[in-house]
């Protein structure tokens, strides 16, 4: 029921910009999109979400495409912390797929 | 602190023998949910509860149950563990179980089933 869909692994250089693509072409207009991360040996944790306008906070931005099927989490300046599995889901029970890993080089 | 927590955070049982992994929030959130995370498997949903005495079943239900008898408390049941349910678990939990609030995790439960 994840019903989004993410490459499984990006790369990125520290302290450069970072965009984390995510599909969901089956959403419904209710439907708010959400970003989770989990670093190593943690829990996941909130980093943003948004339901049509463009969101930023001090973690990130969040791009929503204006038909809503894909969204883009953008990271300003990745650092080494930021590496971590990236979750993109549809919010309503909650569901995860298996995330895209990304790798922050120094 | 506004906190999940689970307990234990590491267990080592036999086959069959029951037990019950603890979770508590202390943040007077209506919903929570259950996942366990495997190897290449993602987090994938085992229950969850949109409010006291109200839960669901998630993807992966079987072999599991869960009770939510008051709102702050979780707990996930493991009648007759067996091998296959050696694996990582989170609870999560949020406001309401509704798309514009955001979810709080645990840290994990590593349960190994042997």
């Known amino acids: 029921d994840a019903k989004t869909t993410q490459p499984n692994s990006m790369e990125s250089n520290e302290e450069e910009p970072v965009h984390l693509p995510c599909n969901h072409s089956?959403?419904?207009?209710?439907?708010?999109i959400h970003w989770y991360r989990q670093l190593p040996s943690q829990g996941p944790e909130y980093v943003i979400h948004g339901l049509t306008s463009n969101v930023n906070n001090r973690m990130a931005s969040l791009a929503i495409a204006e038909d809503r099927k894909s969204s883009t989490l953008i990271l300003h300046r990745a650092t080494l912390r930021d590496a971590a599995v990236y979750y993109c889901t549809r919010r309503g029970k909650l569901v995860f797929g298996k995330g895209m890993k990304l790798t922050v080089n120094p | 602190e506004a906190q999940v927590t689970q307990n234990p955070r590491y267990l080592i049982t036999v086959t069959g023998k029951k037990l019950t992994v603890t979770c508590s929030q202390n943040m007077n959130h209506e919903y929570m949910s259950w996942y366990r995370q495997d190897p290449g498997l993602g987090l994938r949903q085992i229950y969850y509860s949109m409010n006291v005495e109200v839960t669901d079943k998630g993807d992966v239900p079987e072999g599991y149950k869960v009770s939510r008898k008051e709102k702050r408390n979780f707990p996930l049941i493991l009648e007759s563990p067996s091998p296959n349910q050696t694996s990582l678990y989170f609870c999560?939990?949020?406001?309401?179980?509704?798309?514009?609030?955001?979810?709080?995790f645990g840290q994990g439960t590593r349960l190994t089933v042997v």
């Open positions: 089956t959403i419904s207009g209710t439907d708010y």
């Open positions: 999560a939990s949020s406001l309401r179980g509704t798309a514009n609030t955001e979810a709080f």
